[in-house]
């Protein structure tokens, strides 16, 4: 075991040693440089040709060059250097090398062609960078003021009984629209007829004893006329039937409300609208103190949308009220998508909120078509005037900055100017422009970031525009 240790051992230094044999026989590369643009070197046994590759060339003969980037030419002579652009080489006075050695190896790779970058020939030149552009021009701007809003029926009535009794029928289903009046639900009528039954009992005694007093009154008043009775005893009858009178009204209270209660065991809807959840199923006792109610009527057709606006404002406000025809309002769904309806503006609260520095407002709408729904949030879209002819652009060319707002403008020549520009009322497509451009100038509205003050540019047009 221990001998095939040794042999191996052995085996591995007889190798190593071979390599390291190998490796100092083999030939060194001389130092040399050669990058960039074109050279050429020239002498007995050298190739021509521009360089990169690192390379030397020996002999007796002459190293000669150019280069764009450098703008040296050559030198000559035994031991001479020649610089070409970025290419050195080195030529070295000795015999001509062998066509197999390392230096003819070395010549050829400095002689074999590339140009590099310092080499190019002169500047890139004043390239012209694409852009997009966007047309300056006139249209009619609404001025819109934007607000979120919450949906409001215009009138919200909770049921209730008037009178106590057992609920025996409903004549709703939930969620339906009903109309005023409709009959929504029935009490149990029984006691109610009972106690109209004992008040009309009550009127008809009291009538019949008002009846026999005014008799006995005409009566005594013949008697008076032939002095057979005397007048105290007239006097007293006259009082009686006044107390009978007076009795007899009071039944007749008592009839009508009696009725009046009857009545009230037939729930009728105040209002036409839309009904919601009922709160008490058919069988159950109701009393007038309930603080649910039966169930909640919404009147949605037409509904109200509330909404706030900055008191700044207001003046403005209250002055399109004063027209013939109130401002337009429209509902959009949250995201801003979809215009659910559109409507009016109706009323400005009376007051300013302290603490927001608000103004409350209300619109209302039709909706015919029920896609405003009590509660719901919407975006408030209130167009508050419309300005005709005004100067407009994409508002992607503004460009902003510490001094203000600018834009960067294309003249004939297809070169950038910057343009400072008073902005006023702005939409997602498009901002006017109070000052700064006309209509008919050409704005970058895309690769602003790519250019600079006097810069030559190429105007690309979205499709559709010039």
Do not use: C
């Amino acid at each position: 075991m221990r001998a095939l240790i040794v042999v191996g051992v052995l085996a591995l230094l007889t190798l190593g040693g071979w390599w390291a044999w190998q490796t100092w026989q083999a030939p060194k590369p001389e130092p040399g440089i050669a990058m960039g643009g074109a050279g050429a070197v020239r002498g007995p046994g050298a190739g021509r040709g521009p360089g990169t590759g690192p390379g030397t060339a020996t002999g007796p003969g002459t190293g000669t060059g150019t280069g764009a980037s450098a703008g040296q030419s050559g030198a000559s002579g035994s031991g001479g250097t020649t610089n070409a652009g970025a290419t050195t080489a080195v030529a070295q006075p000795a015999g001509q090398p062998p066509a197999g050695s390392t230096a003819a190896r070395q010549a050829r790779g400095g002689a074999k062609g590339g140009s590099g970058r310092a080499g190019q020939p002169g500047a890139a030149g004043d390239r012209p960078i694409p852009v997009l552009v966007g047309a300056v021009r006139t249209a009619d701007v609404d001025v819109i003021l934007n607000a979120l809003g919450t949906v409001t029926a215009r009138s919200t009535v909770t049921v209730r009984s008037r009178v106590d009794g057992q609920l025996v029928r409903l004549g709703f289903d939930e969620g339906q629209v009903v109309s005023k009046g409709q009959l929504l639900a029935e009490i149990d009528p029984r006691p109610f007829q009972v106690e109209l039954a004992q008040a009309e009992g009550q009127l008809a005694r009291d009538r019949a004893q008002l009846q026999n007093a005014q008799t006995d009154l005409e009566r005594y008043r013949g008697l008076l006329a032939k002095d057979s009775i005397a007048r105290q005893q007239v006097d007293n009858q006259v009082a009686l039937v006044r107390q009978m009178q007076g009795t007899v009204a009071a039944d007749q209270g008592q009839v009508d409300s009696a009725k009046l209660q009857l009545s009230f065991t037939r729930i009728t809807a105040p209002i036409g609208g839309r009904v919601g959840l009922r709160q008490v199923d058919p069988g159950n006792m109701i009393r007038a103190s309930d603080a649910n109610g039966l169930v909640v009527i919404t009147e949605v057709q037409p509904i109200a949308v509330t909404f706030a606006l900055p008191s700044d404002n207001i003046a403005e406000l209250a002055q399109s009220l004063t027209r013939a025809e109130a401002p337009v309002t429209e509902a959009w769904d949250r995201r801003g998508d979809r215009m659910i309806a559109s409507g009016s503006l109706r009323s400005i609260d009376n007051q300013i909120d302290v603490t927001t520095g608000t103004i409350r407002l209300k619109a209302e709408f039709e909706n015919r078509d029920n896609g405003l729904f009590p509660n719901q949030f919407v975006n408030v879209k209130l167009r508050l005037r419309t300005i005709k002819d005004a100067t407009v652009m994409s508002p992607a060319a503004v460009q902003r900055s510490s001094t203000g707002t600018y834009v960067f403008v294309i003249d004939g020549q297809s070169r950038i100017g910057t343009r400072k520009v008073v902005l006023g009322q702005a939409t997602e497509s498009q901002v006017v422009v109070t000052s700064g451009v006309a209509p008919g100038d050409r704005v970058v509205v895309d690769g602003a970031d790519r250019v600079r003050d006097g810069q030559l540019v190429e105007a690309v047009s979205r499709p559709g525009e010039t």
